[in-house]
């Protein structure tokens, strides 16, 4: 699956692309997206499938009080994560860049 997604045109198509994001090849662009997505979902399920795995691996090797206090210290590691990558998108004002209309990643208008 990593070969295709390197073999894929769109870096073809984006190099001889007139201007960003116009193709004169619509369609192919089109399909090679279509194909990407698709590749990419597929790794994001391989991906959780994975991680289920080896939680379950995890829990079995535990003790039940062992299971609980990794769970909850999973949890807890993962609201702080969210948390903190919240206030630094704030901080760096990336939330506002996010929720404008505005396509430039620059806050300059076009």
Known sequence: MQ?????????????????IGE?????????????????????LVEEDKLRLDILKCMIDILTPLQTVEFLVASKKLQLCLHEWSKRRDIQMGITQLLNTDNPSSSGDSL
């Open 3 to 19: 070969e295709r997604l390197a073999d894929e045109p769109l870096a073809l198509l984006a190099y001889n692309s007139r201007q």
């Open 23 to 43: 193709s004169s090849q619509g369609e192919v662009v089109d399909k090679a997206m279509d194909s990407h997505a698709f590749d990419m979902y597929k790794i």
